[in-house]
């Protein structure tokens, strides 16, 4: 009774500690499931070709090495495309789309959040239907539009269809509701036009929304192989060149390992740096009727 | 003259009636145009990839398009060669269906039930357990590590501690085996689905009033599963209807855990999915036409699941 005091907020009403007991211990076995194969990832990388084939397997790492690490910059040096340009277009459309995003999901979010205008309510309801299908439905008219924009095979292929992710405007939007029409209309009183209210009172406002629109649209950009739209290899990405290691089979696993550590340390980190602010904004989530 | 005259006035309401509405939608447009300029960056992307495409894909179902020729106008065949003469499609659509109704139910159940038990814990312990259940979900390349658990030598690790423990003598084909291959792609696809929804959940699960339940304790209520399903549940509605579409959504796209793991296409497409089936007339056989009947379908069917379950939702503990 005393230890689970320590892990569980104390004295709640109508709970037994039989029950309590027993859904800890089925959080903590689904905790295990959930952490092994990240824990493995970790472990990989830093293992030795020998521990890495031995056998049977092992799950912790014995004589941690850096080898891995070595080795991946020195194959990748030798490569035709060098590592660095991998990582430089990952970034590239990851940052450029992630903050692309949260500016134009929150400045489009600002008037459907607080105004009621022509269109507006309609505008909103097509973004919510839109959260109903997935990007798959739209995959064949939109290689079309690009192919007619002339995008293929460039950045803006993966950037710019991002950029209108309907989540994004749906977050931003109802977590804008809680900022107090006070606040607005003393701004106006004082003679702000309204791209300095959204820019000077409302954008500061919602930065837990920022963070929570960066840690979904994040991953997703970073964890993006370039599809079916770029074709030159100077221009893929990062996660490309993992799955193109890992298909050199046994000779590249300790290396494949490093490279999965390093595309899986990234948004994880985002996300622990980020958390709190994220759940400010997911308890304004919910859907109305 | 008198009749002209009467005329006149009798038209003349009408007219400054028709007018004032174009001037009032003007004067509105006009007052709002800051509004408009806000949501256009948006907006005009957002039709350009996700609306317009959904129309052209309706369109497109009933054309054979090939992207060299001109469309050319069918009628219904697609849809009846996809429903009557298309095999393959109706493996895709088995392995759909039942991933959804097993993945999606259970990562919904499993979203809430656990961001229910991590609510009981402190604030420190919740903050780690949710990092522990969201993780999988943003870190991008995890088919890597599965395909090392699964794989089909004694290097596999599942093998390896099988064949150690003397279940098995010799390592079986995981990810090559039709008899495997469903199940582990819904073990990883489980794996990977609490996501968006379950933080809704636990950050839903924090704003519920303490003294909500202080009231029902009073008014009788004894345990913990009464407070769930009177307190909790009806309190947290509007969390749960977006976790909803967020789970089924994800539950009818199975395709890319199935490309990872079990290849494309998948042995005697043990693992094809609609989505899979779609890629496949897409982008690999160029007929478009016949692809857009599949995403048209698809549409439906994640439209039509959506809207039932919300319906359903809304039932919950009245």
Known sequence: MRMLSVIRTPRRLNRSFAVSFLLFVLLGLFGCFMALPLIFTVNNAFKPLDELFIFPPRLFVNNPTM??????????????????????????????????????????????????????????AIVVLSLMFSGHVTAIPNYMVMSWIGWINTHASIIVPSLAFPLGLFLMKQFMEQIPDALLEAAKIDGANEYRIYWSIVMPNVKPAWLTLMILQFPMLWGSDGGNFIYSENLKTLHYALGQITAGGIARAGVGAAIALLLMIVPITLFIISQSSVMQTMATSGMKD | ????????????????????????????????????????????????????????????????????????????????????????????????????????????????????????????????????????????????????????DSYGYLNGIL???????????????EKYIMT??????????????????????????????????????????????????????????????????????????????????????????VVTHLMDYGTIRFEMGYASAIATFLFVLMLGTNKLTQSMLRKVGE
């Open chain 2, 184 to 273: 582990i792609v819904i073990i990883v696809q489980l794996w990977l689905s609490l996501g968006t929804s379950f933080l809704a959940f636990i950050a839903g699960l924090q704003t519920i009033d303490k003294t909500l339940v202080e009231a029902a304790t009073v008014d009788g209520i004894r345990n913990r599963w009464q407070e769930l399903w009177f307190i909790t549940l009806p309190s947290m509605r509007p969390q749960l209807m977006f976790g909803a579409v967020m789970q089924i959504t994800a539950s009818f796209a199975v395709a890319e855990v199935s490309i990872n793991l079990a290849g494309f296409p998948s042995v005697n497409y043990a693992a094809h999915t």
């Open chain 2, 1 to 152: 003259m008198q009749t002209e005259a009467k005329l006149q006035t009798n038209l003349n309401p009408l007219q400054a009636k028709k007018e004032s509405r174009w001037s009032v939608a003007l004067k509105e447009f006009k007052r709002d145009k800051h509004y408009y300029v806000l949501l256009s960056p948006f907006m005009i992307i957002f039709f350009l990839f996700t609306v317009i495409p959904v129309v052209c894909s309706l369109v497109l179902s009933f054309f054979y398009f090939n992207m060299l020729e001109a469309p050319r106008f069918i009628g219904w065949q697609n849809y009846s060669r996809l429903f009557l003469s298309d095999d393959v499609f109706m493996i895709a659509l088995k392995n759909t269906l039942l991933f959804a109704l097993i993945t999606g139910p259970i990562s919904y159940i499993a979203c809430f039930l656990f961001a229910w038990i991590i609510n009981e814990l402190s604030p420190k312990v919740r903050a780690i357990m949710t990092l522990v259940f969201y993780a999988p979900s943003i870190s991008g390349n995890v088919y890597f590590v599965w395909l090392i658990l699964f794989s089909g």
């Open chain 2, 163 to 177: 064949m150690k423990l003397g279940f098995i003598l010799e390592p079986i084909q995981w990810l090559t085996n």
């Open chain 1, 67 to 124: 080898d891995n690490f070595f080795d991946l910059v020195a194959l990748m040096g030798n490569s035709w495309v060098p590592l660095s340009r991998y990582i430089a277009n990952t970034l590239l459309i990851t940052i450029v789309g992630t903050a692309g995003h949260i500016l134009l999901a929150s400045a489009a979010a600002y008037p459907l959040a607080k105004y009621r205008f022509r269109g507006s309510r309609s505008l909103f």
